[in-house]
Nanobody
Framework: QVQLVESGGGLVQPGGSLSLSCAAS????????MNWVRQAPGKGLEWVSS????????YYTDSVKGRFTISRDNARNTLYLKMNSLKSEDTAVYLC?????????WGKGTLVTVSS
């Protein structure tokens, strides 16, 4: 079965950096777009970034452009999100997402807290 497991969250000061990972299994990872989505406390889901199946095209929401970098390693079935210049408004649970055959697959998420 499809499994997405995020890791790498934690507490970081404003202006700091953090790297997230999402380990994928149960499907042909290299065949699918992958996404990072976040949910801030008390708010709805917000799309953050996407990457196509071979990593040649990446997309970002405006608020993270120039600060976040999405990447993937298809040999390791792993999705990454490198986050720099973090702001308090980046505080959220970050979830890995894939859409496969019309079904949404989600990880459980990893919490990123940006605070001094």
């Amino acid at each position: 079965q499809v499994q997405l497991v995020e890791s790498g969250g934690g507490l970081v000061q404003p202006g700091g950096s953090l790297s997230l990972s999402c380990a994928a299994s149960g499907f042909t990872f290299s065949s699918y777009y992958m996404n990072w989505v976040r949910q801030a406390p008390g708010k709805g889901l917000e799309w953050v970034s996407s990457i196509d199946n071979d990593g040649s095209n990446t997309y970002y929401t405006d608020s993270v452009k120039g600060r976040f970098t999405i990447s993937r390693d298809n040999a390791r079935n792993t999705l990454y999100l490198k986050m720099n210049s973090l702001k308090s408004e980046d505080t959220a649970v970050y979830l890995c997402h894939s859409l496969k055959a019309g079904i949404d697959y989600w990880g459980k998420g990893t919490l990123v807290t940006v605070s001094s």
